[in-house]
């Protein structure tokens, strides 16, 4: 529980101030450049090339191919938010919340 509620005094303190007990005064936070386009393109890349080797490779039809990948999202999309459905539930409809002093 001492492990616990540290944690919920760095939040509390990161709430309030905007940054953590112990990082420096003054603009601490640097900006990272996101690629959108380069890191959507490598996905598609990717997942062509997946489904290149799966055909080639293993002579899985083109389709089939695709329907696995397809299912493999689907599978981890309905996991996921079947998962935070049930915690929400499971904690009268908040997943965390912070505790007040």
Known sequence: MADQRLKDDHLRHFDYHRKYPGMPAGDSWARVSCPHL???????LHTACTVALWHFGFGIALEAALMRIVNACA???????????????????????LMSA
């Open 38 to 44: 380069k890191f959507n393109a490598v996905l598609v």
């Open 75 to 97: 599978a981890v999309f309905v996991m996921h938010g079947g998962s935070h459905f049930l915690a929400t539930l499971s904690t009268g409809g908040q997943v965390m919340t």
